[in-house]
């Protein structure tokens, strides 16, 4: 039997009062989930604006004799690129941050040492603001409306001195910055994004002192 959300959420309080300690399954964050859906579906729709410049191209070599050829070649020949250049672009995107979404199933741990999730941690509270809702403008990266918990002065400092593939899992950077500000909270099975937030703010008020 599946435990609702609600349920889930206030063992899992219940346990970090008495035990001091969490352990979930890990699940793709609100908006990893959002942005893989929204890359997955652009793909075939590149696709089929390159089939429909390919249609274009033999429709032109076809009806050469009319002339029409000068429309419909040049135009079929653009969208033909156009698609399946966007469509192998995103496709390798993906593919890219295949092993940053495939992290994010790991377990989450929280307890007094601080968030153990997508393979990396330990994070000190310390080093961690209070959970928050933030739109986060990115360029390609995983943004959007996020659930975050900001980074303090110092969890700044120490993050952004880790190698490229450690702050990649803590995510997201940014458009135009150059350093990772914040935690993207890890989704947990079973919770929503919402729920998820509630648990990590009773841990930061338990914790974070």
């Not at 000190?124 to 390609?140: D, Q």
Request: a positive charge.
């Amino acid at each position: 039997m599946t435990t609702s959300g609600p349920v889930l959420l206030a063992q899992s309080v219940r346990l970090l009062e008495t035990h001091g300690c969490v352990r979930l399954a890990g699940a793709y964050s609100g908006a990893s989930a959002r942005w893989a859906k929204r890359r997955r579906a652009i793909i075939p729709v590149s696709l089929a604006v390159g089939a429909v410049g390919l249609l274009l191209i033999i429709a032109g070599i076809l009806l050469a004799r009319s002339g029409a050829w000068i429309l419909l070649v040049p135009l079929g020949g653009f969208l033909c690129f156009v698609g399946v250049l966007n469509a192998g672009v995103l496709a390798l995107h993906v593919h890219a941050y295949r092993g940053r979404l495939e992290a994010e199933l790991g377990p989450v741990v929280i307890d007094a040492r601080g968030i153990v999730a997508r393979g990396v941690g330990p994070i000190p509270w310390g080093h961690l603001g209070a959970p928050e809702w933030r739109r986060v403008w990115t360029r390609m990266d995983i943004g959007g409306i996020c659930t975050v918990m900001p980074l303090t002065p110092e969890g700044f400092a120490r993050v952004n001195e880790q190698p490229s593939w450690w702050r990649t899992r803590i995510g997201p950077q940014p458009y135009l910055a150059f350093n990772i500000p914040y935690l993207l909270l890890p989704g947990v099975a079973g919770l929503s994004e919402e729920e998820g937030l509630q648990l990590f703010a009773a841990a930061h008020r338990r914790f974070a002192r």
